[in-house]
């Protein structure tokens, strides 16, 4: 399927590993051109190497900036121009009490989070008004509406995702931009895989035990009762940025294997 991506400018903040890492590369398949964008040089610089070498052709390059800084984030702003397609996918989390969570980590949440979409999108959208075509992707979560109470701060961040993502879609009336939400379940990131080493370690047990034990006690909803792997995730976002997925917009589309339960 020819998703008529080539050439296309690509944008992914938090894309030196994970979910956004894996899109860059899908992306970089379908002949797009990607920014990658990362926290230090180092990291930029080793996810930029490894597109290259695994996609013979690749062009790729990358930006380094902490979106918990302003002066960072306003000097990537200075460096991105005729954006297509914006993948707002950076984000941090802390698994804490609710009444330990200072207001400095509500802040901190709401910076990266919230406001990195929020200045990627005020600053490239109006471009992608005027060429009356352009994708904008928002990375939640499904804590956004299951909302486990060690996650509160993480999962009101995500779910104020939404309300942005709807608003911005509706300002794109009468054009071919689109602006969507995706919901992903619980992946298999890099994260994902400390979480469950340091828990088999932890309980003297196996990775394998940890996850069925996750899924029967934790996840129980889960339909799919496994991890979702990073490619699962950025398969469906790149679909969305292409040309077939058009009809596609305002919209939240779950990747969470059946997760939140439900029928809409």
């Not at 597109?51 to 902490?66: L, P, Q, Y």
């Not at 995702?161 to 931009?177: D, F, I, N, P, Y």
């Not at 394998?208 to 792997?229: C, G, H, I, M």
Request: with cysteine; net charge neutral.
């Amino acid at each position: 399927m020819d998703l008529k991506l080539k050439g296309k400018r690509v944008f992914i903040s938090g894309s030196t590993s994970g979910i956004g890492f894996a899109t860059a590369k899908l992306f970089a398949r379908e002949g797009a051109s990607i920014i990658l964008n990362g926290r230090t040089e180092a990291s930029v610089s080793n996810a930029v190497d490894a597109v290259k070498t695994e996609i013979f052709g690749a062009n790729v390059s990358g930006i380094v900036a902490d979106f918990a800084q302003k002066t960072s984030v306003d000097s990537l702003l200075n460096q991105l121009n005729s954006i297509d397609i914006l993948i707002n996918n950076v984000g941090v989390f802390a698994s804490q009490s609710f009444y330990d969570t200072p207001d400095e980590d509500w802040f901190r949440m709401l910076e990266i989070n919230v406001m990195s979409g929020v200045r990627l999108s005020r600053a490239l959208f109006p471009e992608m008004l005027r060429k009356k075509w352009g994708r904008v992707i928002f990375i939640s979560s499904e804590c956004a509406q299951l909302v486990p109470p060690d996650l509160l701060a993480y999962s009101a961040t995500k779910a104020s995702l939404h309300a942005v993502s709807r608003g911005l879609a509706q300002m794109a009336k009468g054009t071919e931009v689109t602006v969507n939400t995706v919901m992903p379940g619980s992946t298999l990131s890099e994260g994902a895989e400390r979480f469950l080493e340091e828990a088999a370690t932890k309980q003297h047990t196996s990775k394998e035990a940890v996850t069925t034990d996750f899924f029967k006690n934790v996840r129980t909803p889960s339909l799919l009762q496994r991890f979702l792997t990073v490619e699962e995730i950025a398969s469906t976002i790149v679909y969305l940025c292409s040309e077939k997925a058009v009809g596609i917009n305002g919209s939240t589309v779950k990747i969470d294997g059946g997760s939140t339960g439900g029928v809409f």
